[in-house]
């Protein structure tokens, strides 16, 4: 029996029988009324409940992530600070080592040179005046009137000579004795340039010192909001991830390009080395070989930058004692330097297997040879890139630390704004359970509507009569 | 438990790269039969630039042989030069060299042949390629596809060729076939059908000018 059939209550009259069934069905549904409106009402209840919940656990999820993003956020800016603030130090403690190390030889110079000046001021006092009585004597003689004694007169003669001789003569010695003074002056000249400068390059080194306390002083005050937690300084610290996320990923893409380049320049002579027709996978085993070298010449690159002390990405490289860091720098810059000379190599190979493939094609498309001009050029070209590549990856390291530690911070705030959003849509759909299962209920009804509304009619007549009843009794 | 550690991580790695490496070859091996009937014979300076196309695009490791078509081919005489490319590129090349010169000798002094044993060249084809063990296999056969066998010689038996790409190259129209352009479709539709019921894959190429689309699958 099909299910037409079953439903046909009234033979050959599928529009009765259809009646019959929409008024047995809106019974039921009558009927079942209350029970169907918990049942919908449940519903939307366990569907709300279940998303408002789902909402708080991913919220709280967020919430812990943010707290996690902002210690690490927080770490990371401290550590940062800290090693700004070591490096200033290490700055300072040179310049003390340099300069104020000197300082008692300084002084000891300084001490000299003033001794010398102070001799050579000594040196260049005046003399004292003529003794007063001999120009008493000098005045007693011209004060004699002439007598007209010629013998008197040729004394006074006599002794005026010797006096104009005498003052002449003391008058040269005045100008002698003025004359080696002002040498000792002058010789004093450049003891008093020396003293100056030395005064001066004390005073620079003073002055420097007085900027690289600011500098720590700035960096004490970033540190000490660092460490109170501030609001301020997590701003601050996300803004300079954010950038450096950003930069140090345009750099590494610039080094992915360096690396791509490096990578055609050695694939093809590797296939002279590990041959052309081995696979792993579906890769050549020349390509694959060529991408180890690269990778092996960027790690060397990322230990030679550890041990240099550039990089912190190995704290294990970082704490090894100074000897063996020092071995680690010669080792892996001896490993990198064989390995730009086997690059530089390859790169050489290169051109000759692409000159003889081309020579080989050219014979075979019978065209004639053509000599390209300066042949030479690419290959010296090649040849220095494959040297140069390899030192120039190296410093990948730096950007890749600076990318790793800043997608730290980026990857935290992503994911929280996804937990923020799945959160955000779990409340949004619990939301939409409840008001729709209470517009089921509605709907419900609206479909019920002819028995409701003989109820409520029914309901309203019976009630009427209720109350006509009570006011005939009273 | 340290030095146990180190042995666990080398056995690690090594059942990694082994896991990683590919068994299946990826080499070429590509077989070109060349008609040297009376008919044909004045093709074959197209054959030639067929296999210096074949010389410049196959790479180390790759296979090529080249025979002719003659009264019997199935016969290792009838094969012009044949060799598997060295895996080293410089090699390769000098090896590509020597085989250019094999088959301009031979293009130069070739004598026509009375019959045409297509099918003997195929078995002869599909044996040399799967001694090569290549991974994808490609016969190429420059012909007019028209078979004549000399009396007694037996070939119309089913040719087992799995996994084999049967390209025909420039098959020219016969005068007959301008006649009756129908016998020329049905020399094509007897050799699709006998290569798919073979197992192989079966193409058509008449334009030499595109002879990039001749080592494509399928």
New interface residues.
């Given amino acids: 029996m099909s299910t037409a059939e079953l439903l046909s209550v009234v033979p050959d009259s599928p529009v009765l029988s259809g009646l019959i069934l929409f008024v047995i069905a809106l019974l039921l549904l009558y009927l079942a009324r209350a029970p169907s409106h918990r049942a919908i009402r449940s519903l939307g209840a366990v569907l709300h409940s279940a998303m408002r919940i789902a909402s708080r656990s991913v919220l709280r999820t967020e919430q812990y992530l943010v707290e996690r993003n902002r210690e690490v956020l927080l770490a990371a800016g401290r550590e940062a600070v800290e090693r700004s603030i070591e490096r200033e130090f290490q700055r300072v403690d040179a310049v003390v080592k340099r300069d104020l190390s000197a300082y008692p030889a300084l002084q000891l110079k300084l001490s000299e040179q003033i001794t010398l000046i102070d001799e050579d001021y000594r040196e260049s006092t005046e003399l004292p005046p003529p003794p007063p009585a001999w120009v008493g004597a000098v005045e007693a003689v011209a004060n004699i009137q002439p007598q007209g004694d010629g013998t008197v007169a040729d004394i006074l003669m006599e002794i005026q000579e010797s006096t104009e001789k005498q003052y002449k003569k003391a008058m040269n010695d005045y100008r002698d004795s003025m004359g080696a003074r002002h040498a000792l002056l002058k010789r004093m000249m450049p003891h008093w340039r020396k003293l100056a400068e030395t005064l001066y390059k004390v005073g620079k080194n003073i002055t420097g010192l007085q900027e690289r306390a600011k500098v720590i002083d700035r960096r004490m005050d970033e540190y000490e909001q660092i460490r109170a937690r501030s609001v301020r300084a997590q701003q601050t610290l996300t803004s300079s991830s954010m950038t450096q996320f950003v930069i140090s990923g345009f750099v590494l893409l610039i080094a992915f390009g360096g690396a791509v380049i490096n990578f055609n320049l050695i694939a ?1 002579p590797m ?2 080395m590990v ?8 890769y ?1 085993m020349a390509s694959v070989a060529a991408m180890v070298i690269i990778l092996l010449e960027v790690s060397m690159g990322l230990y030679l930058m550890e041990s240099i002390r550039i990089t912190n990405l190995f704290p294990i490289i970082g704490s090894m004692d100074d000897r063996m860091r020092k071995k680690m720098i010669w080792i892996t810059f001896a490993i990198l330097l064989v390995l730009a000379c086997v690059e530089s190599s390859l790169a050489f190979m290169r051109e ?2 692409a000159a ?2 081309e020579a ?2 050219q ?3 019978s065209s004639e040879t053509i000599q390209p001009v300066n042949s030479w050029i690419p290959t010296v070209g090649q040849m220095v890139m494959g040297f140069i590549l390899p030192f120039a990856l190296t410093f990948v390291a730096i950007p890749l630390e600076s990318f790793v530690n800043a997608s730290r911070t980026v990857g935290g705030v992503v994911a929280a704004m996804v937990l923020r959003w799945i959160a955000f849509m779990f409340r949004l759909l619990g939301n939409t359970a409840k008001y729709a299962s209470e517009f089921l209920v509605d709907v419900y009804d609206v479909l019920i509507f002819p028995p409701l509304w003989i109820e409520k009619y029914a309901f309203h007549r019976a009630s009427e009569e209720q109350v006509h009843s009570q006011e005939g009794g009273i | 438990m340290k030095k146990y550690l180190v042995i666990l991580t080398i056995l690690g790695a090594c059942l990694f ?1 082994v896991s ?3 068994m299946s070859s ?2 070429r091996g590509v077989y070109l039969l060349m008609d040297t009937s009376g008919t044909y014979k004045s093709e074959l300076k197209k054959a030639c630039g067929i296999v ?2 074949l ?2 695009t196959l ?4 296979s090529l042989g080249v025979a002719r078509i003659d009264t019997g081919s199935f016969s290792e005489k009838d094969i012009i030069a044949k060799k598997t490319f060295d ?4 090699v ?2 000098q090896q ?2 020597l085989f ?1 010169e094999r088959v301009d000798k031979f293009v130069g002094s070739v004598k026509g042949s009375p019959y045409t044993d297509i099918s003997g060249g195929i078995l002869q084809a599909v044996e040399y390629l799967n001694e090569t063990g290549a991974g994808k296999k490609y016969i190429l056969i420059f012909s007019d596809l028209k078979e004549d066998l000399r009396k007694g010689y037996i070939r119309n038996f089913d040719i087992e060729m799995p996994g084999v790409h049967v390209v025909a190259l420039n098959v020219t129209k016969l005068r007959s076939d301008n006649v009756d352009p129908r016998e020329y479709l049905n020399r094509l539709e007897y050799w699709q059908k006998r290569v798919q019921d073979g197992g192989a894959t079966w193409r058509v190429v008449n334009d030499l000018e595109r002879l990039d689309t001749i080592l494509v699958d399928g």
């Fill in positions: 093809l296939s002279e041959g052309g027709a081995s696979y792993i996978g579906k050549p000759q297997i003889d493939t080989l094609r014979s075979l498309t | 790269f990683c490496s590919d990826h080499s210096y196309y010389l410049g790479k180390p490791g790759d895996n080293r590129p410089s390769s090349n590509k060299r250019k």
